[in-house]
Every structure is written in C-alpha cells, then in structure tokens.
C-alpha cells in the first residue's frame, strides 16, 4: 500500500505532489482510503496568507470521503468496509496524516460519519464541514431549534433570521436550515444565482451587488433580526450588517476571521468561530452526536427529507495535481458551487 499527497512544505508556498506515509490508526481513529475532497475557501486562505501557525511541511484539507481500511483498538460503530464522511478535528489539526489532500488519511472517529450506500463520495466531501459549520452556528450559537421531520415550530414564524450570502456555500444550508425549523430568512444573493436561492425557500432575497446604502435599506426594512449569520465574511458585509444591526443592536456571527480592521458600531459585535470544532467540545457531546450520527443522514442528492439542500458541485480534473488550481480559483471567490476533487 503506498500513499500520495498535495504537500505544503513551506508557508504560503505552492502544493507539492510527493510520497507520504501510510499511517497507523491510533486508538480511536480510522484510516480511511481517499475518494473525495471538498476544497474549501478557508484552505485557500490557510494556504495564502497563513492565518493559522502550522509546523510544516504539512499536508492541508478539512474534509473528505472514502472507505475505512483500518479501525483503531477502541472504535466501536466502525468497520472496515465502511463508507464514511469526514470532518478533520481540532485535534488532528496539526499532524501531516490527517490532512485530506491525500489518498489514505487518518480520520478521527469521532468527527466521521457513516454514508448510505445511496451517498454519493463527491456530494458528502462537498456537505460534511458546510453542514456542520451550519449546525454549530445556527444550534449552538444563535439558538435555532433543531430540524424535526414532524414539522416546526409554528411560534418560529415570528422570528426573522438574516442569512448574509445565501448564494454560498454555508450560505445555502444555513437558510435551508433556518427555513426547515420555521424562521421567517431574510438573505442576500448577486442576480445570477437568485433563482436557485429563492428556491430554497427564503422570505426575501436581497440584491448585495447593489450599492452599501440600497443593501442597507432593503435589510434594515425586514428587520430586527432574532439572528444573523454572515456567511462571506468580508469587510464590506462587516460594514452593512453594523449599519443594519446599529438600532436594535446586538452580536452577529461570521465565518471568516476579520481580514481587515472595520469599525462597527459600539452596541454591534461581529463574532467569528471555529465553528464544526465547538461540536467537538465535551460540553457539545449530545450535539454532536445528533450531528454526526443522525442529521448528517441525509445527505442524499437528491435529498429524501428536505432538511439538507443539495450542494451544486463542480468536479475539479486532475486528481491531486488539481488541487492547487482549485485553491487559486477559491482564493479569487467562488460563489453558489463546491469544488469537489475525486480520487
């Protein structure tokens, strides 16, 4: 059995494509054989601008699916032979043998779950840390309730929800999520991508290619917000949404770190999070659990319950030598697709 990687050996350089180690899967780990990795904007930026201290050389990659080769002595749940998504914990975060950009990769089994055999390997790569990234924001965070096949809570329709860049990634599921539990979603798409957001079921989309001042009004009209989830992160949205929130104030929430200093309002607070590691957290095990072991179940394309949407993915050629030309490609903006690398 030998092993190939997308090796980063200095910080920002370019990918290498060279050997790597087959590792041993510790006690509770899985090592899993490579099908599928979802490229993610925040490997770009790990990669270019090195927001994260790492010891390199390093292998980069969030997430990925594949099937279990090998189980670690004290895995239960997991067999080999297992289809399997996958999500690189915190605690994997600094070793080489866990990174994605690779054929075989060390999984932690507690950040792993099992795919139908109906699942395709590129949708779940796609899904995997968007879903959970969604689930620790919009649950653990901002305190929406969790989806419930029965139906939800019709006292939810009161409460609006403002989902900054639902033509995202993140940005989708966090509104299809926001709309399955009841909320009435206010978000944000350019023109072109539009139609398949308002599909998801959004009560208003906003233009955010017009002007700061028009983006403004037109949010400010559908407010105040029960919750705010900004999934662009970028100064400009920092801007609208302090002007948005200045009246009613408040905290929202963002996937990126600040890539610029911004002034906000004093009353207005914009938060960033790891967000799939807080599940990680002893104190978020039962929701973690539910994440893992039961939501992440339907991650079907086409989906067989409409409590995930389907992710619109774009397969990038060249196996791992393709990598590098993704992340470039991420590093510019990629807006309403995944990329997705098959093995």
Request: hydrophobic share 40%.
């Amino acid at each position: 059995m030998s092993n190939s990687a997308a090796w980063i050996k200095e910080e920002k350089a370019n990918l290498t494509i060279d050997t790597a180690e087959v590792a041993e899967p510790g006690p509770d780990e899985l090592l899993v054989k490579n099908a599928a990795i979802g490229l993610n904007p925040v490997e770009a930026k790990i990669q270019r601008l090195a927001l994260f201290p790492l010891s390199y050389p390093t292998i980069l990659g969030q997430s990925f699916a594949g099937t279990v080769t090998k189980v670690g002595s004290s895995v239960t749940g997991f067999q080999v032979g297992d289809r399997v998504a996958v999500n690189r914990s915190s605690a994997m975060r600094m070793k080489a043998s866990s990174g994605s950009f690779q054929h075989y990769v060390i999984a932690d089994s507690n950040t792993t779950s099992k795919l139908k055999e109906e699942t395709p390997f590129s949708a779940a790569a796609a899904t995997i840390i968007n879903l959970a990234t969604v689930v620790s924001a919009l649950r653990h965070f901002l305190k929406l309730d969790l989806p419930n096949p029965k139906g939800p809570n019709p006292a939810n329709k009161a409460k609006k929800v403002l989902i900054y860049g639902g033509s995202s990634n993140v940005g989708g599921y966090a509104v299809n999520y926001a709309v399955s539990t009841g909320y009435t979603v206010i978000t944000t798409s350019s023109p072109p991508h539009a139609s398949f957001v308002s599909s998801i079921g959004p009560a208003k989309v906003v233009d955010h290619t017009q002007d700061v001042s028009q983006i403004v009004s037109e949010l400010k009209a559908e407010g105040p917000y029960f919750a705010v989830f900004d999934t662009v992160g970028l100064p400009v949205v920092t801007t609208v949404l302090g002007q948005v929130l200045q009246e009613q104030g408040g905290a929202f929430y963002t996937t990126s770190p600040p890539l610029a200093p911004v002034e906000l309002p004093a009353n207005v607070e914009r938060k960033f999070e790891s967000f799939p590691t807080v599940l990680e957290q002893p104190e978020n095990g039962e929701l973690r659990e539910w994440f893992y072991n039961t939501f992440t179940a339907f991650m079907v394309i086409p989906p067989t319950q409409k409590l995930v949407a389907p992710e619109k993915i774009e397969k990038v050629e060249g196996g791992l030598e393709g990598i590098q030309g993704a992340l470039d490609k991420l590093m510019k903006g990629v807006s309403g697709k995944k990329l997705v690398v098959e093995l």
